[in-house]
């Protein structure tokens, strides 16, 4: 049976909290999103130890405060797409494993947008270290 337009206008349950019970819950949900990517996602977890590496290595070349703020932000943005591109392989696979020329390009563009934050990463931080 198809739910009607109203139950489809509805808010589901799980979005009645409001103020800081909904904030207190949404922390609590991205820590669980955070071990799902550390368990299930091999390349999230390279991109963590590449984080992990550069945040010491921003701080003691000392590039300057300003210098600092761009390299580590770079590379907290790699993690923050490697969250999105996982986020949507998991939605394609969930609607379908079945090969689907717009599930591959689904990932391919997530998977291009990491390629993308990595390159920033090396260009933010061949600027900032030649400066």
């Known amino acids: 049976m198809r ?23 949404a922390l609590f949900y991205s820590l669980d999103g955070l071990k799902a990517a550390m368990r299930h996602e091999a390349a999230f977890r390279q991109e963590l130890l590449l984080t992990l590496v550069g945040i010491p290595l921003a701080l003691w070349l000392e590039p300057g405060m300003s210098g600092r703020a761009l390299m580590i932000s770079a590379l907290f943005l790699v993690l923050i797409v ?24 689904a990932k ?8 993308l934050s990595l390159i920033n990463v090396v260009v933010v931080w061949g600027i900032v270290l030649s400066s």
């Open 108 to 115: 391919d563009i997530g998977s291009a947008a990491v390629l």
């Open 3 to 25: 739910p009607t337009i109203a139950a489809m206008d509805k808010e589901p349950s799980f979005k009645g909290k409001t103020g800081l019970a909904r904030i207190w819950r």
């Open 82 to 105: 490697e969250l999105l591109n996982s986020a949507i392989e998991a939605a394609v696979d969930r609607v379908s494993l079945e090969k689907s020329p717009l599930a591959k390009r």
